[in-house]
Antibody
Framework: QVQLVESGGGVVQPGRSLRLSCVVS????????MHWVRQVPGKGLEWVAV????????YYADSVKGRFTLSRDNSKNTLYLQMSSLRVEDTAVYFC?????????????WGQGTLVTVSP | QTVVTQEPSFSVSPGGTVTLTCGLS?????????PSWYQQTPGQAPRTLIY???TRSSGVPDRFSGSIFGKKAALTITGAQADDESDYYC??????????FGEGTKLTVL
């Protein structure tokens, strides 16, 4: 079955960097776009970024543009989110989400999430 | 600033039917926005119910259905059950690779 397992979350100081990973199984990773979505505990969902199936195109929410970089290694079935210049407001649970298409139209499977806490 | 609108809360009786909507602060929602719907219970990851307007995700029962209703996307739940009590989020594809979520609807079954 489809599985997405995020890792790399933790506590980090403002201005520092962190890299999240998402290892997937149960489907042909290289055929599908992949997203990151985050959620401040107790609040709603926020779309963060998406990468196309071949890694050739990436798009970001304005709130993270220029600070976050999304990449993928199709040989390792792994998605990455490099987060730099972290801010307190980046504190959230980060979910890895498989798109139903090769690009970016919508998610069909979600990971369980990894918590990132940005605190002085 | 693009705003995706949802009812903050809704209630339905067990066995009843409810339609949640997803609109835009400007204009109408159409299939080109690829509306999708997600269910989330406290402490759990979201689960996809519907994508591409009306395609049910794997394992989702057919009492959940998606459509375009007037100027909005809609999620209809027929024969509501107690465990349908959850938060429901919609998302719209805005173009240029960017998606936006609504703020969610808290559904109560009572």
């Amino acid at each position: 079955q489809v599985q997405l397992v995020e890792s790399g979350g933790g506590v980090v100081q403002p201005g520092r960097s962190l890299r999240l990973s998402c290892v997937v199984s149960g489907f042909t990773f290289s055929n599908f776009g992949m997203h990151w979505v985050r959620q401040v505990p107790g609040k709603g969902l926020e779309w963060v970024a998406v990468v196309s199936s071949d890694g050739g195109s990436e798009y970001y929410a304005d709130s993270v543009k220029g600070r976050f970089t999304l990449s993928r290694d199709n040989s390792k079935n792994t998605l990455y989110l490099q987060m730099s210049s972290l801010r307190v407001e980046d504190t959230a649970v980060y979910f890895c989400v498989k798109d139903y298409s090769s690009t970016w139209y919508g998610g069909d499977f979600w990971g369980q999430g990894t918590l990132v806490t940005v605190s002085p | 600033q693009t705003v995706v609108t949802q009812e903050p809360s809704f209630s339905v009786s067990p066995g009843g039917t409810v339609t949640l909507t997803c609109g835009l602060s400007f204009g109408s929602v159409s299939t080109t926005y690829h509306p999708s719907w997600y269910q989330q219970t406290p402490g759990q990851a979201p689960r996809t119910l519907i994508y591409s307007t009306n395609t049910r995700s794997s394992g989702v029962p057919d009492r959940f259905s998606g459509s375009i209703f007037g100027k909005k996307a809609a999620l209809t739940i027929t024969g509501a059950q107690a465990d349908d009590e959850s938060d429901y989020y919609c998302a719209l594809y805005m173009g240029g690779g960017v998606s936006v979520f609504g703020e969610g609807t808290k559904l109560t079954v009572l």
